[in-house]
């Protein structure tokens, strides 16, 4: 018997520069959220009032646990454009988006992927640890999709 069967796994990794040259990262799966859920099959197969493409990451201070019915973060305070990235014949695919030094300061808890610079359609949410983002440190956000 042929298992037809398809499965998307996220995960967020956070990389965090601070202003003395120190580095912390932060790795932790994620969910895809119903209205994420939707996106993508309104992304393949919709041939009229498509959605618009993945393309941001937001971050926020938000700490309610992370659920299926969720369409926004909890306590948003900064989205950045993303860069979107895939190899053909591969079933992994990325979202990077760079937060510099005074962009996006404070305790940071949860973060999303979002197909509009406000508002939009919400892909996934994760919850993690505290992550503190001083005003002279920069912050990589990369999120991973991996298809199988």
Request: charged share 15%; glycine share 10%.
């Amino acid at each position: 018997m042929i298992d037809e069967s398809m499965q998307l796994h996220g995960a967020m990794t956070l990389i965090l520069r601070r202003a003395g040259g120190e580095i912390e990262t932060v790795h932790k799966d994620n969910i895809i959220v119903n209205v994420g859920f939707d996106f993508i099959a309104d992304a393949i197969g919709k041939s009229v009032s498509r959605p618009g493409v993945m393309g941001f990451i937001a971050l926020g201070t938000g700490t309610t646990a992370a659920a299926a019915t969720q369409s926004a973060l909890v306590t948003e305070i900064d989205r950045n454009a993303a860069t979107y990235a895939h190899t053909a014949g591969t079933k992994t695919f990325t979202f990077t988006a760079d937060f510099l030094a005074g962009d996006s300061t404070g305790a940071l808890t949860e973060a999303g992927v979002f197909n509009a610079s406000t508002g939009g359609i919400m892909l996934d949410r994760v919850v993690f640890p505290v992550v503190n983002k001083g005003a002279d440190d920069s912050l990589t956000a990369v999120f991973t999709f991996t298809m199988s």
